[in-house]
């Protein structure tokens, strides 16, 4: 059995390797809570194993993101420094690839003025448009992947000890990403390949209504004309194939 080194180590691969698919020569931006600095290292590792030009890390801190909620003026909230959305926007333009690593915690702002949140939201939609149209798009290579934290394991294992919560949350992510078995890449790239064949298959299907029976269960649900279906992978502006979602959603589901 591989030790959680080994297995962290893998991951970052993983999401380099698969997730966004680095290139010689790009740039590759890491979007990332301080707490999981040692993942980011990995993340950066493989980046210029790969042959990335630069890696550029963009820290997030949960402490210091509260602070400005509850002390802040409004103000600050409904602005945007145009400086760091020229900059997303620059990179992106250039083609790097983003790394996006999910962890902070899910109650983070919980008590906060809402009105200071919708504020910046709305600052931050408008600021950076463009360089969300290359993220939606898929012009550029970007992923998602989840990182343990304390936050997130007591709310996925809210019976067990917080050492241990994390312990449990790191092992279901290294299951759920195929980190677990013999060869991970090889792993990612079959199960691609199985769920562009799949897409193909409901693509030319056409089906107007889905019906799920179980025990317990009886739902249809009802498909819109000409809707279209898409797998996890994807090909950017470029022609390179990346993998948008690493998929730890499943993760981070939260207890109803």
Known sequence: MSSFTEKLNTYAQLAVEVGVNVQRGQHVVINASTDVRELVR????????????NVTVNWQDDELSRLKYEMAPFEAFEEYPE?????????????????SVVSSDPDLLKGTDGKRIAAFQK????ALHTYRQYIQSDK????????ASTGWAKKVFPDQPEETAVQLLWEEIFKTTRVNEENPVEAWKKH?????EKVEHLNKKHYSALHYQAEGTDLTIEL?????????GSVNESGHEFMANMP?????????
């Open 140 to 147: 550029v290579s970007w992923t998602v992947i989840g990182a």
């Open 123 to 126: 600052a931050a939609g408008k």
């Open 42 to 53: 990995l993340l950066a590792k493989h980046s210029y194993e790969k042959g990335a030009k």
């Open 83 to 99: 400086w760091e959305a020229k900059g997303k926007e620059e990179l992106a333009k250039k083609g790097a690839a983003f790394i």
């Open 224 to 232: 819109p004309k000409k809707h279209v279906w898409a797998g996890a």
């Open 248 to 256: 730890t959603e499943e993760v981070f589901t939260l207890p109803q």
């Open 192 to 196: 691609d390949q199985n769920l562009h």
